[in-house]
């Protein structure tokens, strides 16, 4: 439909038009509804230290001494380490180096809260100024 204004003739081809919009939306949705969800991988899983040496590309070597030290986290209830693949990923996420980039929000906020007022040198009182004890004197 080209016109502004719809007449009373024009209502049947106008129905017919919805009816077939609303149909294709319908269509849509359900086709949407039907796909399959993607399934995030579980992460909480325990791992060799040799899969944790290939998936940090850090020696074995490495690995074995760093879990001794207790710098990754990891438990050995018998003879073999256990090791969570998502707790390795928040261990290298907190040793990063470089920090993670901050958003426009979190560095305006960061910037407000360093530009605090500090108070003016004339509104302190000069009464709670301590001075210093001369012995002798009283």
Same mark, same amino acid.
């Given at each position: ?56 590309? +850090? %020696? *074995?070597?490495?690995?074995? @001494?760093?879990? !001794? ?6 438990? &050995? $209830?018998? =003879? ?19 920090? +993670? %980039? *901050?958003?426009?929000?979190? @560095?305006?906020? !960061? ?6 007022? &500090? $108070?003016? =040198? ?17």
């Amino acid at each position: 439909m080209t016109k502004d204004q719809i007449t009373f003739n024009d209502l049947p081809q106008v129905i017919a038009e919805l009816r077939d919009e609303v149909s294709g939306m319908k269509a849509l949705l359900l086709n949407l509804q039907n796909r399959p969800t993607q399934q995030r991988e579980n992460r909480h899983r325990p791992v060799t230290p040799e899969q944790v040496a290939e998936y940090t590309n +850090i %020696p *074995l070597a490495t690995i074995y @001494q760093k879990l !001794a030290n207790r710098e990754i986290p990891g438990s &050995k $209830p018998g =003879k073999r380490w256990v090791i969570y693949l998502d707790e390795i990923d928040k261990w290298l996420e907190a040793n990063r180096k470089n920090p +993670i %980039p *901050l958003t426009d929000e979190e @560095q305006n906020a !960061a910037i407000l809260a360093s530009h605090k007022r &500090k $108070p003016n =040198k004339s509104s302190w009182n000069d009464e709670t100024i301590v001075k210093p004890f001369d012995g002798d004197k009283i």
